[in-house]
C-alpha cells in the first residue's frame, strides 16, 4: 500500500477547519473561579513541568505550524538583537523537524503571533526558548510519523521523517502537508521527548551563516530606521531641557503654519509635532523647542564627588551573601574602593518606534524593545485600551544588550498615533535626545576588605555595594517618557532592592572563590538623580572589576601566580576550566 485516503478527517478537524495545523499562539489560561457562579473551580492536579518555555505556552501550536502545502512555520516569544539567535532557533527546529533551516519561516516576538517569553536578556534565549521550539519539533516530527503509520496501517517504527515527508518502509511516503489535512494540532507537549542523538543532528553544533546578516548588508529593511508605511508621517518629540522641569508656555501658532507640518501634539510636558516628510518634522522640531517656554529647578548632585554623593544616598541594606565571621585582628592585607560612573549604552543608531491607530480602535506598535508583551501592557496602560487592542512588534534596531529608548520610542510613536488615528507614524529620536533621555547604567560604589592565613590563602572577605536597581524595564506606563509626561502622568514604580540568582545590582558579588568567612551586603540607593536602568551585565560590571582587582593584588601580597592564585579558591570545577583556558589561550607561562 503506498497512499492513503487523505479524506478522513477526525472530529476536532470538522469543527476547527481542515487543511492545517493552524494555531499561532494559545491563549486558553485556567480561572481560579467560575466567573458566572463565583464559585472555586474544582481543585485540579498540578500540570508536569515541561521543558524550557514550554512550560508558560503548553501546547504545541503555540510553536510550530505546518499548513497544507508543507510551509513550515516557527514561534518564538525572543527578539533578534544582534545576537544571531534567528539562526541558531532555526538549526534547532530544522534538525528535530528534519527539514532545511531555509524550508523555514521564522516569526520572531510578535503579541500577535508568538507565545510569551518576557523579555530577551539574560544571555537565555537558548535556555529557554530553543529549549521550547526543539521538544515542540521533536512532538511534531512524532505525532506526524505516528499519524502516518496509522494512515498506511503500519507500525510507526519502520518510518521515519524526511525533507517535509514521512517515508514508510516500502518506500510510502505522505508529505508534512498531506498528514496535517483534518487535523489540528492543540494537543499539549509532554515532558518528555524523543530528541535526536549528537550523531543524528545535521545543524546543531555546526557553522551555518546567520540568516540576519544579508539584508543587512546589502542595504534591505533590515533595521526599524529602514521601515516605511503607506501613509506614514513624521515625527519629532520635544523633551524638557532637565530632569523634573514643565512646560510654563507654549504659542504653537508658526509651527503649526510651518510647510508640511500636520499637527503639534501637546499633552502635559509631553510635546511633538508630525509633518509629511522627515526634515520638515526635524525643522518644526527646532523651532518648537524654541517656542516652548519650561520652569526647571536644580535635581543633579555635584559631580566632582559623585561616590561620596551614591554612598549618602543609602536607604536600606541587604545581605547578599555570607559565611563565618569575617575578622581583620591584624588588619587587611587589601583594601579598596572603586567606582563606576554613570554609563549611557551609546547605540550607533539613535532609537525609533512606528505606531498605527486603526479605525477599529486597535494600535500597530513596531518597536526594537527586548520585550513585546511587556511593553505591550505599558503602552495599553498609558493609552487606556485593553491589552488585546495593542499589538507590538519586534523589529531589530541598533543593538544595546540593555535597557536604551526603544520602548520609549515605541511609546512616543503610540501617543502620538493616538492623536492621529488612521496615520501610520515614524518617530526617530535626535542624538542629543538619545544621549540625554534614555536610561543610564547606575553609578556604583564598591568598597572590599580581604585579608591572607598563613598559608597565603583568603581567610576573610567582606564587599559592599552602593547602587540603584538595574531594571526600570516597562511592565507598567510608569516606566515609559512619554507617559510619565503626560498631563495626567503616570509615576514610575517604587525601586525595591530585590536579591536574586540572576542578580541584580548585587549581580556576581558573591565571588566564586571559596572563602571561610564572608560577608557581601547590598547597600541600596532607592532614588538616582538621573534615570537609570540595565546596562549590559548589570552590577557584575564594576562587581567583577573590583573582585578580579582584589585577587590580583592578593596574588602578589601572597607570592603567588595569579592564576595559580584563582585556581586555589575554585572549587567549581567549570571555573576553574575557564581559568585554565584563558592562560592557555593567553601563553601564561
Not at 510553536?63 to 525572543?78: E, L, N, P, Q, Y
Not at 540593555?402 to 542624538?431: E, T
Request: with cysteine; hydrophobic share 40%.
Amino acid at each position: 500500500m503506498d497512499s492513503f485516503d487523505d479524506a478522513h478527517m477526525t472530529r476536532r478537524g470538522l469543527l476547527l477547519g481542515t487543511g492545517a495545523i493552524v494555531v499561532s499562539f494559545s491563549v486558553t489560561r485556567a480561572l481560579a473561579e467560575d466567573a458566572t457562579s463565583g464559585a472555586p473551580a474544582p481543585a485540579v492536579d498540578k500540570p508536569p513541568e515541561l521543558p524550557g518555555s514550554l512550560n508558560d505556552d503548553r501546547f504545541l501550536d503555540s510553536w510550530i505550524k505546518i499548513d497544507a502545502s508543507a510551509k513550515i512555520t516557527v514561534f518564538t516569544g525572543k527578539a533578534e538583537l544582534g545576537q544571531g539567535v534567528r539562526t541558531a532557533l532555526l538549526q534547532v527546529a530544522a534538525d528535530e523537524l528534519d527539514v532545511e533551516p531555509g524550508d523555514i519561516n521564522l516569526v520572531t516576538a510578535d503579541t500577535g503571533r508568538t507565545p510569551d517569553e518576557g523579555f530577551t536578556a539574560g544571555s537565555q534565549s537558548m535556555q529557554y526558548s530553543g529549549t521550547a521550539i526543539r521538544n515542540a519539533a521533536a512532538q511534531v516530527r512524532a505525532l506526524l510519523i505516528a499519524e502516518a503509520a496509522r494512515r498506511f496501517g503500519l507500525p510507526p517504527d519502520g518510518f521515519r521523517a524526511v525533507g517535509k515527508k514521512v517515508i514508510g518502509p516500502s518506500g510510502q511516503s505522505a508529505s508534512y502537508g498531506e498528514l496535517v489535512a483534518g487535523q489540528f494540532l492543540h494537543v499539549e507537549a509532554q515532558p518528555k521527548s524523543v530528541l535526536k542523538t549528537p550523531d543524528q543532528l545535521r545543524f546543531i553544533g555546526t557553522e551555518m551563516q546567520r540568516v540576519d546578516i544579508p539584508v543587512k548588508v546589502t542595504g534591505g529593511v533590515a533595521y526599524i530606521q529602514d521601515l516605511k508605511l503607506e501613509g506614514m508621517v513624521h515625527a519629532r518629540v520635544v523633551r524638557p531641557p532637565s530632569y523634573g522641569a514643565t512646560l510654563k508656555a507654549l504659542d504653537p501658532a508658526s509651527i503649526e503654519a510651518m510647510a508640511g507640518v500636520i499637527a503639534v501634539i501637546h499633552d502635559g510636558n509631553f510635546l511633538a509635532v508630525a509633518a509629511k516628510g522627515e526634515y520638515q518634522a526635524v525643522k518644526a522640531m527646532r523651532a518648537l523647542q524654541q517656542a516652548a517656554t519650561w520652569d526647571e529647578k536644580e535635581t543633579l548632585p555635584d559631580e566632582t564627588d559623585l561616590p561620596a554623593v551614591l554612598v549618602g544616598m543609602e536607604k536600606q541594606v541587604g545581605t547578599v551573601a555570607e559565611s563565618g565571621s569575617p575578622a581583620f585582628p591584624n588588619g587587611a592585607a587589601y583594601e579598596a574602593t572603586f567606582t563606576r560612573p554613570y554609563q549611557i549604552h551609546g547605540s550607533i543608531g539613535p532609537s525609533c518606534g512606528l505606531a498605527h491607530m486603526k479605525a477599529d480602535g486597535t494600535i500597530d506598535v513596531w518597536s526594537h524593545t527586548q520585550g513585546v508583551f511587556p511593553d505591550r501592557k505599558a503602552i495599553a496602560q498609558m493609552l487606556g485600551l485593553s491589552n488585546e487592542k495593542v499589538r507590538v512588534i519586534h523589529m531589530e534596531g541598533s543593538g544595546c544588550y540593555g535597557h536604551n529608548g526603544a520602548d520609549d520610542a515605541a511609546a512616543d510613536a503610540a501617543l502620538i498615533a493616538s492623536k492621529l488615528p488612521g496615520r501610520p507614524v515614524r518617530v526617530q529620536w535626535m542624538r542629543e535626545q538619545e544621549h540625554m533621555w534614555e536610561p543610564f547604567g547606575p553609578g556604583m560604589v564598591t568598597k572590599l576588605r580581604a585579608s591572607l592565613d598563613a598559608s597565603g590563602k583568603i581567610d576573610n572577605w567582606t564587599f559592599d555595594l552602593w547602587s540603584n536597581q538595574h531594571g526600570t524595564r516597562p511592565g507598567t506606563a510608569g516606566a515609559l517618557l512619554a507617559a510619565r509626561l503626560k498631563a495626567e502622568p503616570f509615576a514610575p514604580d517604587a525601586a525595591k532592592m530585590v536579591i536574586t540568582p540572576l542578580g541584580n545590582g548585587d549581580r556576581n558579588a558573591d565571588p566564586l572563590y571559596v572563602i571561610p568567612n564572608r560577608n557581601i551586603r547590598w547597600h541600596f540607593l532607592p532614588d538616582m538623580p538621573i534615570r537609570v536602568s540595565a546596562l549590559r551585565a548589570l552590577g557584575a560590571y564594576t562587581n567583577v572589576f573590583s573582585i578580579e582587582s582584589a585577587m590580583d593584588e592578593l596574588a602578589l601580597a601572597a607570592k603567588v601566580d595569579p592564576v595559580e592564585f584563582r585556581l586555589k579558591h575554585l572549587q567549581d570545577n567549570r571555573a576553574s576550566d575557564v581559568v585554565r583556558l584563558a592562560a592557555e589561550k593567553f601563553g601564561w607561562g
